[in-house]
């Protein structure tokens, strides 16, 4: 019999119906009466299934022992209605096979309410907790609704690049890709080292970013995304931060700032109420268990309008604000997470997009402004974790782009085939990143990025 799956048998399920559930043993209670009961998850669902096995089913005395939490069984039975509180129906055992078992001495998820950090230290194991299989599946439905949003209006997705030889961000906080044997190199003392005889014949690295390369194509092919792994090795140990993440980079030609703040504002406003739509048990858990406040607060980014306001009058809120901040800002200062949460979280209680930017803090490629002090750059901050896209129109100006690649530090030539896009039928355009996880964040009110992915790697931690 073809198993069904646990989320199916309790939204479907029919009393009377005979069918096979598999899963993970979470609890078992047995009664003086005979009989015992099973709570067995999938993973398919936050809920878990109800199991009723009678000491009259075949190997009843043999196989219960066995059944532990963690254990993995399958179980053959009929489906009835449920007199006990909480679920509509209940499956009545008429064969219990137990496929794996989880010896209660050392299975480490024994008991419930492990710490987050205790939790990170068992990451091959963690997703069979309620908090991470609900992450799980809430960063599934994200990843979905991030390809349906852009597919549902015409984007065409785009594979880039993953080894790359060229910085995007220019921040050079790249991982360098080498076959080049170190410890050979150092004990041969060797100082100078000759690319001609690594994989590539010159220096390569893991990319920051998509978006050089989404370039090319979105002045080809038109409006397209780039979704994938990103990889940078700064040095920041903080809750926002991974060295490896993924980002979905739409690019877009014709855009102009205005229009891809609309896009950046409609696309998380969609992501919100795509997970409310499909993930709603998993989105009552966190509202109960998380963030008292994450349904509010999603309520509030998916019904109200987006402020746009520019990094000028930014400085001018954060330093008339009379708040004490570690950091002191003046026009030209980055902003920092604290003054990004303050004005999202505080004083304006809702999504802030933060616009023009001075030119000093942002790569070469955002399109500079008349007044020769700020560039078309474009920031997207939420309540509870700040930053969440990056973006801008980009210099499509030949010799502006080239002055900035200049001021940056950047040899054009090493830039020549994104220097051609600005020479052949340049055009504006624009687009954004969003962080994946940082969007995992946001939406479940989880407070650790360490937690919104399945192996998170963070300096000194690479540890699946
Ligand atoms: O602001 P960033 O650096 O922008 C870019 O990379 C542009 N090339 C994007 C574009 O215009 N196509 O990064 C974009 C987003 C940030 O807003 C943040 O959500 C996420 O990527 N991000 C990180 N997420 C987790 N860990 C990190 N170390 C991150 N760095 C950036
Ligand atoms: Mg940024």
């Known amino acids: 019999m073809p198993v069904t799956r646990i989320a199916t048998i309790l939204r479907d399920g029919q009393p009377g119906t005979t069918i096979t559930a598999k899963g993970w043993v979470r609890t078992r209670r047995d009664s003086k009466n005979g009989f015992s009961f099973i709570e067995l998850n999938d993973g ?54 137990i496929l794996g078992t989880a010896d209660p001495a050392t299975y480490p998820l024994q008991k419930k309410g492990h710490s987050f950090e205790f939790l990170r230290e068992i990451a091959h ?6 908090t991470f299989g609900a992450v799980a599946r809430v960063r599934n439905c994200i990843s979905w609704s991030i390809h349906n949003f852009f597919q549902q209006r015409g984007f065409l997705y785009l594979n880039t690049p993953i080894i790359t030889t060229s910085d995007c961000e220019g921040a050079g906080e ?15 003392q060797i100082d100078q080292i000759d690319w001609k005889f690594d994989f590539f014949a010159k220096p390569a690295s893991l990319t920051v ?47 102009e700032l205005p229009d891809n703040m609309d896009l950046a504002e409609a696309f998380i406003k969609t992501m919100v109420n795509d997970v409310l739509a499909k993930c709603g048990d998993d989105m009552e858990f966190f509202n109960e268990r998380i963030d008292k406040t994450v349904l509010a607060k999603l309520e509030n980014i998916r019904t109200k309008d987006f402020i746009r306001l520019p990094y000028t009058d930014a400085i001018e809120i954060i330093t008339k604000s009379g708040k004490k901040f570690d950091y002191q800002v003046q026009w030209g200062s980055d902003l920092q997470t604290e003054h990004e949460r303050f004005l999202t979280e505080e004083h304006f209680g809702q999504p802030v997009i933060l616009y023009n930017y001075p030119r000093t803090l942002k790569p070469f490629y955002m399109r500079c402004n008349e007044d020769g002090k700020t560039v078309r750059a474009m920031d997207v901050l939420v309540p509870g974790v700040g930053e969440i896209i990056g973006g801008s129109q980009r210099e499509e100006r030949l010799d502006v782009l080239i002055q900035r690649m200049h001021e ?17 039928g340049t055009v504006p355009h624009s687009g954004f990143g969003l962080g994946l996880e940082r969007a995992v964040l946001l939406i479940t009110g989880m407070t650790n990025i360490r937690d919104v992915i399945p192996f998170p790697r963070t300096p000194g931690h690479a540890d699946f």
């Open 44 to 97: 398919s669902c936050m809920k878990n299934l109800q199991v009723v096995v009678e000491s009259t089913v075949p190997g009843y005395e043999q196989a219960i022992k066995d059944v532990t939490t963690g254990a993995s069984v399958a179980i053959e039975g009929t489906v009835k209605d449920s007199p006990g509180k909480g679920q509509r129906i209940e499956l009545h055992a008429s064969s219990l096979t």
């Open 125 to 130: 194991l963690r997703a069979r907790t309620n």
């Open 174 to 188: 790249m991982f360098q890709v080498t076959t080049l044997d170190l410890a050979m190199l150092a004990k041969k």
């Open 209 to 255: 970013s998509g978006q050089l390369e989404a370039e090319t194509y979105a002045t080809a092919v038109g409006d397209c995304y780039t979704f994938g792994p990103t990889f940078r090795a700064e040095n920041s140990n903080t809750t926002r931060h991974l060295a490896e993440f993924w980002m979905v980079e739409p690019e877009m030609p014709f855009y």
């Open 408 to 424: 940056c530090h950047l040899n054009p030539e090493d830039y020549w085939w994104y220097v051609d896009l600005r020479k052949y």
